[in-house]
Structures are given as structure tokens and as C-alpha cells.
């Protein structure tokens, strides 16, 4: 199931917008549901609203939490390295009270959610990992470094066809063009001077020293066409990280849960434990 609508969620009185004041900064966030908490990371090349077509369905079970990474929206940079990014998650479970939260992050935010999780493991339960991997491979590491040579001299204009195709395989995005409409306005939104720093944070990250020390239950997810973060680097991440389990999502790129919500929900429902999972078999990519 690839299609997708525009049914972007709109907010109702469930539905709260606010800034969350951290000792080390702030960051904006967006809740919504009601449940066990379960936080979504978003991208380097998307912002928070690429969970918004998932959004629904995993709020009839959880209270959903949906941060702007720093240096996105409304959230100021917590500078260029993940451990500060994972750090200033981190203050969340404190500020909102995050008993038994889950996580889940995808690609940039998957590097962030696996850094949090060395790091301040013990302080949440279950771990979703989507399309995201330990480390780069030396072309990997080239292409963030031409993106961000990029954006440094054209701004993200220079960048977003790049990340669309990044994102999205080519027939998907030949054949939705709303989405494709949808995303490239987000993303054209981003700051380019941070996207930049991340562009570089990304190109020298390695986890490989420290991935084996995550305790929480994890499930590695990946699209099978992901051109951003291959399927294998989720096998080597699913590797890395004892008693994980690994989903891979035929036909799907990069950000499986605008391209194809309903097959995304369905891989993660049972893990979570989400009442989807309990009702009969939908089709999955």
C-alpha cells in the first residue's frame, strides 16, 4: 500500500502546541493522544510533520509526543553534535513527566534516538529505529558532505531536490505529487546553517564503540528502496544490538511513514503492543 492522502491531522482540544523550557534550552513540541508516552523523531530531511499521516492511528492507543528537533521549527540549536541533541531530548522525560516512554526515530532522528538510548537508556523502555544505521559508508559520507557544501552557498533551495529524492523513490514521488509538494515546503523551511552542521555531524558519526551498550527492546525498521540509508545499514545496526529485531518494507523508501502510513503502523503495532496489532491482518508492502 503506497498511496497516500492529504489528511494531515488538524488540532482539536486533545491536540496541544507548546514550548518546553529544558535547563539546557528549549525545544517545541506537539502532544496528542493518551496512553503510554511514545515520542517521534523526524529526519534530517523532513520536520516533524512527516509523522502526520501515522499520527492518528497511534493516538487512539498512546499519548503521542512530537518535538522539533533542535534547530527545526521552533526548537533552537542545541549545537552541531548528536550527543547534544540527545541530551536535549533527554530533558523531556523530566519536563513532561515520561514514565515508560517509548522512542521512535527515523534517520537523523533514529541517530538520535540511538544515542539517547546509550546514553540515557534507563530512562525509557522501547526503541524504534527507522531507516538509520551505526555509521556511513565512505560514499555516504560524501554525500552529506556535498550537501552541505550546498547549502552553505545556495541555502537549502540547493539541497531539496537532492533530499527529495533522498526520501522518496522516483516513482512514488512521480506518481504523488502532493506529497512531493508537501515535503519540499517543509523542508525548504529548515535552517540551512544547522542543517549544514548536521550534514557535517553525520558524515563523522560512528556509534559502532558504543551501539552494543542498548538494553532496550529495539526493532530496526527499513524501507527496502531507502537510497538515504541503505537496508544494509540497518542490518549491521540490527546486528549491533542484542535480542533487536529487523522489518524490512518492500518497495519503500526512506520515510515509510508518509509513503505508505498504513504498512509502517502495521511493522511497529506488535512491538509496541499498539490494539492495531490484535485486529485482523492488513496487507503489508
Not at 175 to 188: D, I, M, Q, T
Amino acid at each position: 500500500m503506497t498511496g497516500s492522502s492529504n489528511s494531515s491531522w488538524a488540532f482539536t482540544e486533545r491536540q496541544s502546541m507548546t514550548s518546553i523550557k529544558l535547563a539546557d534550552g528549549t525545544l517545541d513540541v506537539i502532544e496528542t493522544g493518551s496512553g503510554k508516552p511514545l515520542v517521534l523523531l523526524h529526519s534530517l530531511l523532513a520536520d516533524r510533520s512527516v509523522f502526520d499521516r501515522v499520527v492518528p492511528m497511534l493516538a487512539r492507543d498512546r499519548r503521542v509526543i512530537l518535538p522539533d528537533l533542535p534547530g527545526f521549527g521552533g526548537s533552537p540549536s542545541a549545537g552541531a553534535t548528536i550527543e547534544a541533541v540527545a541530551d536535549r531530548i533527554g530533558g523531556l522525560f523530566d519536563a513532561l513527566d515520561l514514565q515508560n516512554a517509548d522512542i521512535l526515530g527515523n534517520g537523523f532522528g533514529g541517530f538520535v534516538a540511538s544515542t539517547l538510548a546509550i546514553r540515557h537508556g534507563d530512562r525509557f523502555d522501547r526503541l524504534v529505529l527507522a531507516d538509520t544505521g551505526v555509521t556511513f559508508t565512505e560514499a555516504g559520507r560524501a554525500s552529506f558532505h556535498v550537501m552541505a557544501a550546498r547549502v552553505r552557498e545556495h541555502g537549502m533551495e540547493g539541497v531539496v531536490d537532492i533530499a527529495m529524492k533522498r526520501l522518496f523513490p522516483e516513482d512514488y514521488l512521480a506518481a504523488n505529487p502532493e506529497v512531493l509538494a508537501e515535503r519540499r515546503s517543509a523542508l525548504l523551511k529548515t535552517n540551512p546553517d544547522f542543517f549544514a552542521d548536521a550534514c557535517a555531524a553525520l558524515a563523522g558519526l560512528d556509534l559502532t564503540a558504543n551501539i552494543g551498550a542498548i538494553r532496550n527492546p529495539t526493532l530496526v525498521v527499513v524501507g527496502s528502496v531507502d537510497a538515504a540509508t541503505p537496508p544494509p545499514m540497518a542490518h549491521e545496526l540490527a546486528r549491533s544490538i542484542e535480542g533487536s529485531e529487523l522489518v524490512e518494507l518492500a518497495g519503500l523508501g526512506h520515510a515509510p511513514m508518509a509513503q505508505a502510513p498504513d504498512v509502517f503502523v502495521d511493522a511497529i503495532a506488535g512491538f509496541l503492543g499498539l490494539a492495531r496489532a490484535e485486529q485482523p491482518s492488513r496487507a503489508r508492502a
